[in-house]
C-alpha cells in the first residue's frame, strides 16, 4: 500500500510542484504525513487559460463521449479504493471503512451525473406557423469550485462530476488540510484521458484564490461547500459580476421524535449517526426534540450507545470514530459544552476530551439546553448532540424551524398524518423520515435560507451547470419591417 501520496497541483493536464508547501497532518497522531503545494498567482492564470483552452475541447464533445471518460476514470477510483480510502484516513482521521464509503459515494456522484448529463433536454415549443421556438441547454463555461475538509474525496467529486458530465471546465481549490481525495480524482481524470484543462486542481490560501478567481470574466458558475459566513462573502464576491452561486452551507439538524416510535432503537440508532464522520457533516443530526413521553428512555438508549462508540485512531480495525479533523474543531466544540453546562444543560455523557495526542473528542449528549445556550443557534459540526423534550408537535415542529438554517431535518414516526404535516410545514432542503440519511446521488440535496442556494445531485443538481438559451427561428424573412407576428 504506497503510502500517502505526492501532492501536487493539475493545470493544464500537467502536474506541477511549487516552491511553497504547507505540512498535511494526521489529525489521529498530529504528525505531518505530506506536504501540500501552493499555488501563487501564476499558477491561477494558467489554470484559467487552461481551463478557457479545456473548455473549448469539452463543450464541442458529445455528452455521450464526456460520459465514456467519466466512467473510465470511475473504474480507476474504485480500482484504487484502497488507496485513497488509506489517504483520507490518514490526513482526515475518519475509520478506514467510512473512508471506503465515501469513496463508492464519490464514485456515484460521477456515475449518476455522467448518466444524467445525457438527459440534458432542450425542447421545440409549439407556435404560429413558420416559427419554431427552440429551448437548449449549454455547458455554462469555467467552474470555480471550494470544497470542504469534511469528505476529502464525495465533497470534490460532486462539484467536478456536474461540471465535467455538462460539459464544463473546471478549476477547484480543494482543502488544504485534506487533499488527497481530490487529488486521487485528477489522477484518475488524468489516466482516463480527460482532455487537458478540462479538469484543474489548486490548492493554497483560500480567501487569496477565490478572491483572484471569482471576479473573472470566464468564470460563469461558484460552487462552494462551507460555512454560512465564508458562503456570503463569496455570493457577495460573485454577485459583482452577476456570476450564479451554488451554495452548499452549514446546518443544524433537528429530529423530531415522535412517541409511536421504539425509543430504545430510535435513541441508539441516533447517536450512532452522531458518530458518523465524528458529527463533522452538514447534515448531522443535531438538535433532537423528543416527546416528553418517551424523553427518558430515548435520551439513556442515546447516552448508552454515545458513551460505547470505539474511539481511535481510524486505522485500528473496529474503530467506530476517529479524531476530529482539526484542532480548530476541538477548541469550538469545547467552548460549546462548556457554555451549556454553564447556562444549566445536563451531561449525559463525554464532554471531556482524553489526554494524549490527536484531536479526540467524546461523542457528548447534552440533554435539557436551555435556549440560551449558544449551541443551541451555532452549528456544533463535531460529535455534539443535545436532546431536549417537548409536549406536542406543534412545538417540536416550531423549535425545529427556529433557527436560521434549513439543509436537513429528520423524524422517527409512524403516523402518516404526522408526516405529512412534517412535509409541509419543516423548512429544510432535505426531510428524512425513518432513515437518518439525507443525501444520495440520485436525489436532489441542498438547503433553504441560511444553509445555501441551489442543489447538488438528482436531476436538478446538473441544471446549474447549464445555461437555457431559446432560439426563435422563423422559417422565411419578415415581410412587414415593423410589425411582427400575430401578437405584437
Ligand atoms: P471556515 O469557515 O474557515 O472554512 C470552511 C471552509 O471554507 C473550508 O473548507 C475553507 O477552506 C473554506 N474557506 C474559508 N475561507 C474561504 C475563502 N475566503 N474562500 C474560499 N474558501 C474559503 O471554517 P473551518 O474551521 O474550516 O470549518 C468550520 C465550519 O465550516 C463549520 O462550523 C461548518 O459550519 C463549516 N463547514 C461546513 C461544511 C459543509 O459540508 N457544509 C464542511 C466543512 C466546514
Known amino acids: 500500500m504506497p503510502d500517502y501520496p505526492d501532492l501536487s497541483l493539475y493545470i493544464g493536464g500537467q502536474w506541477r510542484r511549487t516552491a511553497e508547501t504547507l505540512p498535511v497532518l494526521n489529525p489521529a497522531t498530529e504528525k505531518v504525513i505530506g506536504q501540500l503545494p501552493v499555488a501563487g498567482r501564476a499558477d491561477l492564470d494558467d489554470a484559467l487559460e487552461a481551463?478557457?483552452?479545456?473548455?473549448?475541447?469539452?463543450?464541442?464533445?458529445?455528452?455521450?463521449?464526456?460520459?465514456?471518460?467519466?466512467?473510465?476514470?470511475?473504474?480507476?477510483?474504485?480500482?484504487?479504493?484502497?488507496?485513497?480510502?488509506?489517504?483520507?484516513?490518514?490526513?482526515?482521521?475518519?475509520?478506514?471503512?467510512?473512508?471506503?464509503?465515501?469513496?463508492?459515494?464519490?464514485?456515484?456522484?460521477?456515475?449518476?451525473?455522467?448518466?444524467?448529463?445525457?438527459?440534458?433536454?432542450?425542447?421545440?415549443?409549439?407556435?404560429?406557423?413558420?416559427?419554431?421556438?427552440?429551448?437548449?441547454?449549454?455547458?455554462?463555461?469555467?467552474?470555480?469550485?471550494?470544497?470542504?475538509?469534511?469528505?476529502?474525496?464525495?465533497?470534490?467529486?460532486?462539484?467536478?462530476?456536474?461540471?465535467?458530465?455538462?460539459?464544463?471546465?473546471?478549476?477547484?481549490?480543494?482543502?488544504?488540510?485534506?487533499?488527497?481525495?481530490?487529488?486521487?480524482?485528477?489522477?484518475?481524470?488524468?489516466?482516463?484521458?480527460?482532455?487537458?484543462?478540462?479538469?484543474?486542481?489548486?490548492?493554497?490560501?483560500?480567501?487569496?484564490?477565490?478572491?483572484?478567481?471569482?471576479?473573472?470574466?470566464?468564470?460563469?458558475?461558484?460552487?462552494?461547500?462551507?460555512?454560512?459566513?465564508?458562503?456570503?462573502?463569496?455570493?457577495?464576491?460573485?454577485?459583482?459580476?452577476?456570476?450564479?452561486?451554488?451554495?452548499?452551507?452549514?446546518?443544524?439538524?433537528?429530529?423530531?421524535?415522535?412517541?409511536?416510535?421504539?425509543?430504545?432503537?430510535?435513541?441508539?440508532?441516533?447517536?450512532?449517526r452522531k458518530a458518523r464522520n465524528a458529527g463533522q457533516v452538514c447534515t448531522s443530526p443535531t438538535r433532537f426534540f423528543v416527546d416528553e413521553k418517551i424523553f427518558q428512555p430515548y435520551a439513556a438508549a442515546f447516552a448508552a450507545r454515545a458513551a460505547a462508540v470505539r474511539i481511535g485512531d481510524g486505522m485500528l480495525p473496529g474503530v467506530e470514530m476517529g479524531p476530529v479533523a482539526n484542532h480548530r474543531r476541538i477548541e469550538a466544540i469545547e467552548a460549546l459544552v462548556e457554555d451549556a453546562r454553564a447556562k444549566g444543560a445536563k451531561v449525559l455523557t463525554g464532554g471531556v476530551r482524553p489526554n494524549g495526542p490527536g484531536y479526540f473528542y467524546p461523542v457528548t449528549v447534552l440533554a435539557e439546553v436551555p435556549d440560551d445556550a449558544r449551541v443551541m443557534h451555532e452549528e456544533p459540526f463535531g460529535p455534539l448532540a443535545i436532546i431536549n423534550p417537548t409536549s406536542s408537535l406543534d412545538e417540536a415542529i416550531a423549535r425545529a424551524n427556529a433557527l436560521p438554517f434549513g439543509l436537513a431535518a429528520y423524524a422517527f414516526t409512524h403516523r402518516a398524518a404526522t408526516v405529512d404535516r412534517l412535509m409541509t410545514e419543516i423548512e429544510a432542503g432535505n426531510l428524512s423520515i425513518n432513515t437518518l440519511e439525507a443525501s444520495v446521488a440520485e436525489v436532489p440535496f441542498g438547503g433553504v435560507k441560511a444553509s445555501g442556494q441551489g442543489r447538488e445531485g438528482g436531476q436538478e443538481g446538473m441544471l446549474h451547470y447549464v445555461e437555457t438559451k431559446t432560439i426563435s427561428h422563423r422559417m422565411a424573412l419578415e415581410t412587414a419591417p415593423m410589425v411582427s407576428g400575430a401578437r405584437q
Not at 86 to 96: D, F, N, S, V
Not at 174 to 185: C, K, Q, R
Not at 206 to 217: A, F, G, V
Request: glycine share 8%; with cysteine; proline share 8%.
Open 51 to 272: 481551463a478557457a483552452r479545456g473548455f473549448r475541447v469539452w463543450r464541442a464533445t458529445s455528452p455521450r463521449a464526456r460520459a465514456e471518460v467519466i466512467l473510465r476514470a470511475t473504474a480507476l477510483m474504485r480500482a484504487r479504493i484502497d488507496e485513497i480510502a488509506h489517504a483520507i484516513t490518514l490526513e482526515h482521521g475518519k475509520p478506514l471503512p467510512q473512508a471506503r464509503m465515501e469513496v463508492i459515494r464519490g464514485c456515484e456522484f460521477f456515475e449518476w451525473d455522467a448518466g444524467e448529463a445525457q438527459r440534458l433536454y432542450g425542447r421545440v415549443v409549439p407556435s404560429e406557423p413558420g416559427i419554431r421556438y427552440l429551448v437548449i441547454q449549454q455547458p455554462v463555461g469555467t467552474v470555480a469550485a471550494f470544497s470542504p475538509w469534511n469528505f476529502p474525496m464525495s465533497q470534490p467529486a460532486r462539484k467536478i462530476a456536474g461540471a465535467i458530465a455538462s460539459g464544463c471546465s473546471i478549476i477547484i481549490k480543494a482543502a488544504e488540510e485534506t487533499p488527497a481525495g481530490a487529488w486521487h480524482i485528477a489522477r484518475a481524470f488524468h489516466d482516463a484521458g480527460l482532455p487537458a484543462g478540462v479538469l484543474n486542481l489548486v490548492f493554497g490560501v483560500p480567501s487569496e484564490i477565490s478572491s483572484y478567481l471569482i471576479p473573472q470574466p470566464q468564470v460563469r458558475l461558484v460552487a462552494f461547500t462551507g460555512s454560512t459566513a465564508v458562503g456570503i462573502h463569496l455570493t457577495e464576491l460573485a454577485a459583482r459580476s452577476m456570476t450564479p452561486v451554488l451554495m452548499e452551507l452549514g446546518g443544524h439538524a433537528p429530529v423530531i421524535v415522535c412517541d409511536d416510535v421504539d425509543p430504545d432503537a430510535a435513541g441508539a440508532m441516533s447517536a450512532a
